[in-house]
């Protein structure tokens, strides 16, 4: 499942790190964090993040 599954908090860490090392410029960094997004999204499939997030969303308002 997508909770299970969460490199997206990496990839961006990872990205900004790159670009706060002089690695990569702002924009390289956002665009390789971008590209992994998509490469998760594609691979986990975009409705199961949807579903996850609102499952998430509703734990954190105490509507489950």
């Given amino acids: 499942s997508w909770i299970q ?9 990872t990205a900004a790190a790159k670009a706060l090392a002089g690695q990569l410029s702002p ?3 956002l665009d390789e ?10 691979r986990v499939g975009k409705d ?3 579903k996850a997030y609102s499952v998430g969303v509703a734990m954190e ?3 489950l």
Avoid: E, F, G, H
Wanted: net charge positive; charged share 25%; proline share 7%.
């Fill in 5 to 13: 599954y969460k490199p997206t908090p990496k990839a961006i860490a």
């Fill in 27 to 29: 924009q390289a960094a």
């Fill in 33 to 42: 964090a971008a590209k992994q997004w998509n490469d998760i999204l594609n």
């Fill in 48 to 50: 199961n993040v949807r």
């Fill in 61 to 63: 308002d105490n509507k």
